[in-house]
Nanobody
Framework: QVQLVESGGGLVQAGGSLRLSCAVSRRTFSWAHMGWFRQAPGKDREFVAG????????SYADSVKGRFTISRDVAKNTVYLQMNSLKIEDTAVYYC????????????????WGQGTQVTVSS
């Protein structure tokens, strides 16, 4: 059974930091490339960051490059998204997702999704 459970969202002031976590079932973690997406009210779900199975390759949306860092911890079967210098426009529900193929920015590549965690950035 594939399970993805996000945590770590919350309310933060602009300029602050948050770290999101995505706990992944062990079997899934061993074969899946992982990604983070977000969806703001009234907008489409968009790619944020992706990381390959080995962790050796990462990909970021231009809007978060230099501010966000994706990583994965094999021992904990967990994927992280460290978010620094947060902006009001980063406010969204953040989702982690698992994909068998490395097409990190393609939402359709991800077969499994978590339930999402809310991130709200205030002024």
């Amino acid at each position: 059974q594939v399970q993805l459970v996000e945590s770590g969202g919350g309310l933060v002031q602009a300029g602050g930091s948050l770290r999101l976590s995505c706990a992944v079932s062990r079997r899934t973690f061993s074969w899946a490339h992982m990604g983070w997406f977000r969806q703001a009210p009234g907008k489409d779900r968009e790619f944020v960051a992706g990381i390959s199975i080995s962790g050796g390759t990462t990909s970021y949306a231009d809007s978060v490059k230099g501010r966000f860092t994706i990583s994965r911890d094999v021992a904990k079967n967990t994927v992280y998204l460290q978010m620094n210098s947060l902006k009001i426009e980063d406010t969204a529900v953040y989702y982690c997702a698992a994909a068998a193929d490395w097409r990190p920015t393609d939402l359709r590549a991800y077969a499994y999704w978590g339930q999402g965690t809310q991130v709200t950035v205030s002024s």
